[in-house]
């Protein structure tokens, strides 16, 4: 009990920044955001992305505060609702700010017989940990149109199962080695997909 209390405490101080000095040379957290930032906006005017009305855009005006824009609402201070202190050249940012998908699944129509698309659903994230898809079940090739290729999931993905008795919180990474032979999987409607942009590493988020 004592050694998961001491690891426990240590994740914590490393999620605040706590555990070694801060450099200039690691870099700046808000450049990145404000990178992303930039590429989302290209996306959208390309058309690749849709643009979220209601997005959140976190910042440190003048003073140090943070303060946060949501959609074309006016900025609000949110000092008094972070967890913590974070060091100088960190920041904070919504999930949604540095995912370029980020989505429950859809409700899949399954085939017995036609085997050719398998569906990532709760019992693919195992509960010792990582991801297998032998319990996978199949969509009806009829109905693929309903999966644009956003849905595929790719390399990098953090699936979380959103609902289900006994696997809800499971977490995995999705490697596209796991599927072999087949052409793509896709998430049922109890999987979240989190995919972030490239400059972040899924294995923190």
């Known amino acids: ?16 920044g706590k555990l070694v000095p801060q450099l200039a040379a690691d870099g700046n957290a808000q450049d990145l955001v404000d990178n992303i930032r930039e590429h989302k906006a290209e996306l959208i005017r390309e058309k690749k992305l849709k643009k979220d009305p209601n997005e959140s855009y976190i910042y440190r005006d003048d003073e140090g505060h943070f303060m946060e824009r949501i959609g074309k609402q006016e ?4 000092d008094e609702n972070l967890p913590f202190v974070v060091p100088e050249g960190w920041t904070w940012a919504r999930l949604g700010e540095i995912c370029d998908f980020l989505s429950r699944g859809k409700s899949p129509i399954y085939s017995d017989i036609r085997r050719k698309y398998p569906v990532f659903a709760q019992k693919c994230n195992l509960k010792e940990g990582g991801i297998s898809i032998e319990k996978a079940l199949f969509l009806d090739p009829d109905t693929l149109t309903k999966w644009p290729d956003i849905y595929h999931l790719r390399t990098g993905d953090v699936l979380i199962n959103s609902t289900g008795t006994g696997t809800v919180g499971r977490v995995g990474i999705f490697n596209l080695s796991c599927i072999g032979n087949y052409p793509f999987i896709v998430p049922d409607s109890h999987v979240s997909v989190v995919r972030t942009f490239n400059d972040i590493e899924s294995k923190y988020v």
Not at 9 to 14: G, H, K, N, P, V
């Open 1 to 16: 009990m004592k050694k998961n209390n001491l690891r426990i405490s240590i994740l914590q101080q490393a999620i605040e």
């Open 75 to 78: 900025p609000v201070c949110i």
